[in-house]
């Protein structure tokens, strides 16, 4: 079993369109961070959330940690074809560093 | 600029030919590194946690005869693939925490690995 499931794993929507992906657990996280990443590169972090509840928006992006910590959602508005990528999920525990399963996202013109 | 430095960034070999990839840490020390593997449109799976100055730490399933792991000094990790066969070709990535492991990680651009 995983230890971040993320949904939906493919997402596929025309520009303009908002959507909103999940990331969950059944552990208590301290923090959880969220990657986008394009082909051939690392990822690249977006947002860190801490605060249980917290909410946090990056432009069109908003992220949210779930009250007990154990899930994240982030939700994209008006979609563009630059948002293209794999959204990624991730937690650090003890001393090791796990991504979720990631979501798949294209914005199609 | 990059923070952290991986190297090579394509290799292409034979099959039964051992690679190394090499992981370095630019103008900051990081006595943990993780590596990953990925496949196309798929997450990234924690290889192994390369702990400076002792032994790796493997996940489960992961062959650490397979995959060797170094981290000799505070700036650089290294992984060798020994024997690579064509089924251990993958985009390998390694990264460095900013802080403890629970921080954010600053990543290497990763190896592309083809084993013909």
């Known amino acids: 079993t995983q230890l971040l499931e993320q949904s939906p794993q493919f997402l596929s929507i025309q520009e303009g369109e908002n959507l909103t992906v999940y990331c969950n657990s059944s552990?208590?996280?301290?923090?959880l961070q969220w990657y986008r990443q394009e082909p051939g590169e690392g990822p690249v972090l977006l947002v860190t959330?801490?605060?249980?509840?917290e909410v946090k928006k990056l432009k069109r992006l908003t992220f949210q940690f779930g009250d007990a910590r154990k899930d994240s959602s982030l939700h994209i508005t008006a979609a563009q074809t630059g948002d293209t990528g794999l959204y990624l999920c991730?937690?650090?525990?003890?001393?090791?560093?796990?991504f979720g399963t990631g979501t798949s996202l294209t914005v199609i013109p | 600029g990059a923070v952290v430095s991986q190297h090579p960034s394509w290799v292409i070999c034979k099959s039964g030919t051992s690679v190394k990839i090499e992981c370095r840490s630019l103008?900051?020390?990081?006595?943990?590194m993780f590596w990953y593997r990925q496949f196309p449109k798929q997450s990234l799976m924690l290889m192994a946690t390369?702990?400076?100055?002792?032994?790796?730490?493997?996940e489960q399933g992961v062959e650490k005869d397979k995959f060797l792991i170094n981290h000799a000094s505070l700036t650089l990790s290294t992984l060798t693939v020994t024997s690579a066969h064509p089924e251990d070709s993958s985009f390998y990535i390694c990264?460095?925490?900013?802080?403890?492991?629970?921080?954010?990680?600053?990543f290497g651009d990763g190896t592309r690995l083809s084993i013909l």
């Open positions: 390369s702990n400076e100055g002792s032994k790796a730490t493997y």
């Open positions: 990264s460095a925490p900013w802080g403890g492991s629970e921080q954010p990680q600053h």
């Open positions: 103008d900051f020390q990081a006595t943990t």
């Open positions: 552990s208590v996280f301290s923090s």
């Open positions: 991730a937690v650090g525990m003890g001393n090791q560093f796990y």
């Open positions: 959330v801490v605060t249980g509840g």
